[in-house]
């Protein structure tokens, strides 16, 4: 049986102005989850998103209702069906699973049957600005493997990739369009895209109004994020998507997101897994379930001013897993 749970707001300054096209921020404000027992606590992180109508209040008030009956002992698959997929079930779904491993003595990988993770090679995101802007910081990040450049719709995006290309011509290059362009557009830009180094596009149309995805030709594969939640929406997405973005803070905690990833893999989709803008208490369930996957993007902490201590390692741009002492 577990002791307490108490729930706190962080805020957490970036290295800049973060841009997509739905807005722009300069610190990342995050809730975390303390699960505290008599001799060990366990810590989970997410990130309210008001592309899904949460906010710091309601994601609290989420928490704090089910905070008697994770103190009285809900495990993980109770937690299933007491909250939605969403933010709030994703920090106490991680704070139970390192409460468990630091209870036990067993990583959270041992905990779900899984070998021990390797190091994994993340994506570095740009976000949205004018074209010249992204092609210098393209520039001052040509040496990373792989860049996610951030789109808008406005006209620009073919400008914007050009440069980012010119400015890191040996990067791999993956889009997020975050559902700001139409058929027309992403039939306009693939091909040219596909020329520039791009391998993946990310949501190109809206979610809900993405039927104008079946029968395109796939010049480049298309990744469903917020199209795609958790395992109960992939029937949805067949024939519209090559690949889906598996975020903690849409699934509602690792437990889903393991799930999700093993039926998505079933089903022919490839994995991509994604974060929120976080530190890397966020990230490191993440590294669990990205093993494997064709393209990951946990960059969370390189985008920060600063990080928690513990954090993850990185190495550049390839984190190593996490330590026992930041989480599981």
Not at 22 to 39: K, L, Q
Not at 172 to 200: C, H, I, S
């Amino acid at each position: 049986m577990y002791r307490s749970v108490s729930v706190r707001r962080e805020s957490w300054p970036l290295q800049g102005v973060f841009r997509i096209s739905r807005g722009a921020r300069t610190e990342s404000h995050v809730i975390v989850v303390e699960i505290a027992g008599d001799d060990v606590d366990g810590l989970g992180e997410c990130f309210p998103y008001a592309r899904y109508g949460e906010t710091l209040d309601s994601v609290v008030a989420q928490i704090e209702s089910v905070a008697g009956e994770i103190a009285n002992g809900m495990d993980r698959e109770g937690l299933l069906s007491a909250l939605p997929p969403g933010a709030a079930r994703n920090a106490i779904d991680c704070a139970l699973w390192d409460f468990e491993a630091k209870k036990t003595g067993k990583r959270a990988w041992e905990l779900a049957g899984l070998p021990e993770p390797e190091p994994v090679t993340t994506v570095y995101t740009l976000g949205v600005d004018e074209p010249e802007a992204m092609g210098a910081k393209a520039k001052e990040n040509a040496s990373r493997p792989v860049l996610k450049l951030k789109m808008t719709g406005d006209g620009k995006d073919l400008e914007r990739v050009t440069l980012i290309h010119e400015n890191a011509p040996n990067a791999k290059l993956v889009v997020d369009a975050n559902e700001g362009w139409t058929v027309e557009q992403y039939n306009e830009y693939a091909p040219k895209f596909a020329r520039l180094g791009v391998t993946m596009i990310e949501q190109p149309l809206p979610a809900g109004k993405d039927e104008g995805l079946k029968g395109l030709d796939r010049v480049v594969p298309v990744c469903a994020d917020e199209s795609c939640h958790d395992s109960k929406t992939l029937d949805e997405l067949v024939g519209k998507y090559d690949m889906i973005n598996i975020k903690l803070d849409k699934t509602g905690g690792l437990t889903e997101a393991l799930k999700l990833r093993d039926r998505a893999l079933a089903m022919g989709f490839e994995v991509m897994v994604g974060c929120m803008v976080g530190t890397s208490l966020a990230m490191a369930p993440g590294v669990v379930v990205a093993q494997g996957a064709a393209v990951v993007d946990l960059d969370g902490p390189l985008l920060l001013a600063k990080d928690r201590d513990p954090g993850l390692v990185f190495n550049g741009s390839i984190i190593q897993p996490p330590e026992f002492g930041l989480w599981g």
